[in-house]
């Protein structure tokens, strides 16, 4: 079956500029994380979507944070404006429920450079 | 409230030893124990899972872990470590008291030398 699919891969981008990343998840599969990952950091959950509901987003910095999953399927992450400390990898991930007992599988993640 | 430790930032060791790579857990009820791997440039891959049952659990690449309940721990290991072992492990755990989501700790990174 085809992975977990992140766009772009790379990304660097000026303090106060915006930026979005694209997810993709494996086919069937409900629930969809986003997880932001600081250099030296373990992942830390920003949004968890059930379908195109939002089950978790209570560490999601939503005065810059946005995110959406459309139908259920693709994701998007908006940051706007962007801050130096928003540099890190954005990863993806998605699991056929949220009670899965299979894990998760990730994407290969979006690396953010702000400057 | 649920979390896991990683107490070394850094795992050495020589090809062909054995390796041991540290977790605890700290958790209400039963817990549900994850190891992950992150090579360079790459998304977290998932090794192996701690649901219920034996306390040894087999995993991807010959990786193994052990769960040991009176000492919190899900420690990570191999007999016989290789080169291409070397990469960043993450020990997680599942918030069955919240949404499910998996919770990580701050990752070890091993290294394998020939």
């Known amino acids: 079956e085809a992975g977990v699919a992140q766009s772009p891969r790379y990304k660097i981008i000026e303090k106060r500029q915006s930026v979005a990343f694209w997810c993709n998840p494996i086919s069937g599969h409900a629930t969809l994380y986003w997880y932001q990952q600081i250099l030296g950091q373990g992942p830390k959950l920003l949004i968890q979507?059930?379908?195109?509901?939002?089950?978790?987003d209570s560490q999601l910095p939503k005065d810059r944070f946005s995110a959406e999953r459309l139908k259920g399927v693709d994701s998007t992450l908006k940051i706007q404006p962007a801050k130096l400390e928003d540099s890190a990898v954005y990863l993806c991930a998605s699991s056929l429920d949220h009670w899965s007992s299979y894990g998760y599988t990730f994407g290969s993640g979006t690396r953010l450079t702000v400057v | 409230a649920q979390s896991v430790a990683q107490p070394e930032d850094q795992v050495n060791v020589a090809e062909g030893n054995p390796l041991t790579v540290k977790c605890t857990y700290s958790v209400s009820g039963n817990p549900y124990l994850f190891w992950y791997v992150q090579y360079p440039n790459r998304g977290l891959q998932f090794l192996l899972k701690?649901?219920?049952?034996?306390?040894l659990v087999k995993g991807s690449y010959g990786f193994e872990a052990e769960f040991n309940k009176s000492q919190t721990s899900f420690h990570l290991k191999k007999p016989s470590a290789l080169v291409s072992d070397s990469a960043l492990y993450f020990c997680a755990v599942r918030d069955v008291d919240s949404t499910d989501k998996l919770i990580f700790g701050t990752g070890t990174r091993l290294q394998v030398f020939p």
């Open positions: 701690y649901i219920t049952g034996d306390n």
């Open positions: 979507f059930q379908n195109n509901g939002v089950v978790d």
